[in-house]
């Protein structure tokens, strides 16, 4: 019983961790001049390293693994060309991305270990 109470809190404390790197990439894409980048980035693989740890269950795997490919592609648009918040919404999404990749390479090397395991 301990075990799984242990497991439930992880989980959750990923989801909280999910929340606020998702807040922070959104925050700092539209408040660029108020994070120095080095500082911004090494927060995001963090938070995103911390999500793909311990967030996901087997069955969350296949989705997350594709929501991260979907918006690894979305970060390659020039959101630059809309006027007015292409700039910002190109911020919002390259940080969302940087936020993702440590925890789907994470979860892509869980999914391959599993398989080799099998």
Same mark, same amino acid.
């Given at each position: 019983?301990?075990?799984?109470r242990t497991?439930f809190?992880?989980?959750?404390?990923?989801?909280?961790?999910f929340?606020?790197?998702?807040?922070?990439a959104?925050v $700092? #894409?539209?408040f660029?001049?108020?994070?120095? /980048?080095? =500082?911004?980035?090494?927060?995001?693989?963090? &938070?995103?390293? *911390? !999500?793909g740890?311990?967030?996901?269950?087997?069955?969350?795997?296949?989705?997350?693994?594709?929501?991260?490919?979907?918006?690894?592609? $979305? #970060?390659?648009?020039?959101l630059?060309?809309? /006027?007015? =918040?292409g700039?910002?919404l190109?911020?919002v &999404?390259?940080n *969302? !991305?940087?936020?993702?990749?440590p925890?789907?390479?994470?979860?892509g090397?869980?999914?391959?270990?599993?398989?080799?395991?099998?």
């Amino acid at each position: 019983m301990a075990h799984k109470r242990t497991q439930f809190e992880l989980h959750r404390v990923a989801h909280y961790t999910f929340f606020v790197g998702l807040l922070v990439a959104i925050v $700092a #894409g539209m408040f660029a001049d108020l994070f120095r /980048p080095e =500082v911004l980035l090494t927060t995001l693989v963090i &938070l995103g390293f *911390i !999500v793909g740890v311990f967030n996901l269950t087997t069955k969350e795997t296949v989705p997350f693994l594709i929501a991260a490919i979907a918006l690894m592609l $979305a #970060g390659i648009v020039n959101l630059g060309l809309i /006027p007015v =918040v292409g700039m910002a919404l190109r911020r919002v &999404l390259s940080n *969302i !991305v940087v936020f993702v990749v440590p925890g789907a390479i994470l979860v892509g090397l869980k999914a391959i270990w599993k398989l080799a395991a099998d």
